[in-house]
């Protein structure tokens, strides 16, 4: 004991215990004064991003994790600094290593910055039906790095939030009612009138369709080889364009061939005005020969 004592100054321990519980009193302070600010604040910011109309899922990353996150760091910087530790040499490493990381994780960082402008934008939400990278479906999540949709197939697609915000994306369910426009050909010799009144007869019977706006039929194109028309209805809700798409082709077909009206295949006519004597007589000795064969 005399030796323990001996290599420990307790007159100067005690000296350095008591210097040092003011600070240690500081630090406590300073942690509950940003405790208390993070829980003061925290209910008006979030009211006021709501009233800004801010997605709830944008208000909880800034609100409970952003902002909670950077009023932790700060109060454990201040508080490490009343202690009398230099934050300086720690702040800078921790600078080099979140550049190290933000290369490293760049794709992810811009995933969570797409995500983020979706959420802002709000370009579609959850329950919209999309299309957007050759992927067409119902919107069933939509989280900080990817948005997930299901489509008609009841396959879950995942799709990275960077690839929708550089991508073209067309939402179906933005504005409501949807168009459906169904191309259908006749044969140029037939009555575009009479087409159309078989058309929109056919079309009115198909049930779920709206009323109004009315359905029509309207010429879209001249065709190599027929004359191409749309079937134009309306429908009160997106998830319905693909079946209902299907019913009107089916209707279209089954309605022209009951009115004899001719859906053409693809053809081409070749007319052959004028032939010079010359080629006449080069093709004469070919032809006379396949008549020799031929007997």
């Not at 080099?96 to 760049?106: K, T």
């Not at 991508?167 to 009479?194: C, F, Q, T, W």
């Not at 079937?231 to 693909?242: D, L, P």
Request: aromatic share 6%.
């Amino acid at each position: 004991m005399d030796r323990i004592a001996d290599l420990i100054d307790v007159k100067e321990l005690l000296t350095t215990v008591v210097a040092f519980v003011p600070k240690v009193g500081a630090a406590m302070l300073v942690l509950v004064a940003f405790w208390l600010l993070y829980r003061v604040s925290r209910p008006g910011l979030r009211a006021a991003l709501h009233k800004a109309n801010f997605h709830e899922a944008l208000i909880q990353l800034m609100v409970d994790n952003l902002y909670r996150y950077a009023i932790m760091i700060v109060s454990l910087v201040m508080a490490a600094d009343q202690l009398g530790i230099n934050v300086g040499a720690a702040l800078a490493g921790i600078g080099v290593a979140g550049i190290a990381l933000g290369f490293a994780a760049q794709d992810s960082v811009a995933n969570v910055i797409s995500g983020i402008m979706i959420f802002w934008d709000k370009p579609f939400i959850v329950g919209d039906w999309i299309r957007t990278e050759g992927n067409y479906g119902k919107v069933v999540e939509i989280t900080l790095r990817s948005t997930r949709i299901r489509t008609n197939r009841n396959t879950y697609v995942v799709i990275p939030n960077k690839s929708v915000i550089d991508a073209v994306l067309e939402n179906y369910s933005k504005h409501g009612e949807l168009r459906i426009d169904v191309p259908v050909g006749i044969a140029y010799k037939e009555d575009i009138h009479m087409a159309r009144e078989v058309l929109l007869e056919a079309v009115r019977k198909i049930p779920g369709l709206m009323a109004q706006p009315q359905p029509d039929v309207v010429v879209e194109s001249l065709g190599d080889s027929s004359v191409n028309l749309l079937v134009r209805v309306w429908i009160e809700a997106a998830g319905e364009m693909q079946p209902k798409t299907f019913v009107v082709v089916e209707a279209s077909k089954l309605a022209l061939d009951a009115a004899g009206i001719q859906i053409p295949y693809p053809h081409l006519q070749l007319f052959v005005d004028d032939v010079e004597e010359r080629v006449i007589q080069k093709v004469a000795p070919l032809r006379s020969l396949s008549a020799g064969a031929a007997t």
